[in-house]
């Protein structure tokens, strides 16, 4: 619940008044927490390390990975500031 508010945090006008280096690494916190998870999925979906995820499961972490560096790349570019 918590990833999914900081996720709409980002493209609202109220999550765009945080500083920007303070929701970067909390961005980057939850990618690390949610990419080892998926991490986890992942290689259990590769090589079986006994979770029992199954194929499908590898396929969602990869996405879930995917999804959360887009989310901070989007940001990191929506908030960036052009020297002028």
């Known amino acids: 619940m918590l990833g999914a508010c900081l996720a ?3 493209v609202t ?3 765009r008044r945080v ?3 303070v929701m970067l690494l909390v961005l980057v916190g939850m990618l690390l927490a949610a990419g080892a998870g998926a991490g986890i999925m992942i290689l259990d ?3 079986g390390i006994g979770v029992g ?3 499908y499961h ?4 990869i996405i879930l990975i995917g999804l959360i560096l ?5 940001y ?3 908030t960036r500031r052009v020297a002028g």
């Open 8 to 10: 709409v945090a980002t």
């Open 76 to 78: 990191a570019v929506a």
């Open 45 to 47: 979906g590769f090589v």
């Open 58 to 61: 590898r396929v969602l972490g």
């Open 70 to 74: 887009a989310m901070v790349r989007s």
């Open 13 to 15: 006008a109220l999550g």
């Open 53 to 55: 995820w199954r194929w």
């Open 19 to 21: 500083p920007r280096t």
